[in-house]
């Protein structure tokens, strides 16, 4: 009963190299994130969209982008990885209800290796 | 910008102690969020906290919202070596309309068998 997806795993890529990853819910959440979380810290929210509205943090490099084609999938695209970038980048949903009730669920990640 | 600071960041405890881990912040949240990470796993949500004042009780944790709504408190009994991973503290913006999470850094916790 996967409610958030994440594809692939574990994704190696070469410095400079792009690479996209994926994210699919089955929640029919309005609201996807994606976070960037390096070793033992927290989540880093890099942008997220609700519904088309695309939201981007002002200290997100503009070397990450992202797609929302529909309701259910969001992709996060790096067009040059760098070594900084080795990550795990987690895909999250929520209604996106105000005032404090809302609830995000997170997918199980994407380990990025950049050699 | 509202912070969350959470202590200890690291904890190292045998089976069977308890423990507790703080969540503290200067601004008021609407709510408070407690999650745990398993490492190469995403956060899972445990509890949310809306009253101020409130306790909430899950098997061994117990969890509490400070009376002002700018703190919280998570308590384990007895750990086991499954309660082994990052707990993290996220809060909600106590402003109208925000649906967007604040992140404490986590507090990594091993428990020794």
């Known amino acids: 009963d996967a409610m958030v997806i994440q594809n692939p795993r574990y994704q190696v890529t070469q410095f400079g190299k792009p690479v996209t990853l994926s994210c699919s819910q089955t929640?029919?959440?309005?609201?996807m994130y994606w976070y960037q979380q390096k070793s033992s810290q927290a989540p880093k929210l890099l942008f997220h969209y609700y519904d088309k509205d695309f939201n981007n943090e002002a200290d997100t490099p503009d070397n990450f982008q992202s797609r929302r084609p529909n309701t259910s999938f969001c992709f996060l695209d790096i067009r040059s990885p760098g070594l900084g970038d080795a990550a795990m980048y987690l895909c999250?949903?929520?209604?996106?209800?105000?005032?404090?009730?809302?609830?995000?669920?997170f997918g199980p990640g994407t380990r990025l290796t950049v050699l | 910008t509202q912070l969350l600071e959470q202590s200890p960041q690291f904890l190292s405890i045998q089976e069977g102690e308890n423990l507790t881990v703080y969540c503290n912040s200067s601004s008021v949240f609407s709510s408070l969020q407690w999650y745990r990470q398993e490492p190469g796993e995403g956060p899972v949500l445990l509890v949310t906290v809306v009253t101020g004042g409130e306790v909430k009780k899950l098997k061994r944790l117990t969890f509490q919202f400070g009376d002002a709504r700018k703190d919280s408190s998570l308590h384990i009994t007895a750990a086991q070596p499954g309660d082994t991973g990052l707990y993290l503290c996220a809060g909600y913006n106590s402003g109208a309309g925000s649906y967007q999470l604040t992140f404490g850094k986590g507090t990594k916790l091993s428990v020794i068998p």
């Open positions: 929640l029919n959440h309005n609201v």
């Open positions: 999250a949903t929520s209604r996106g209800w105000s005032g404090g009730t809302d609830t995000q669920y």
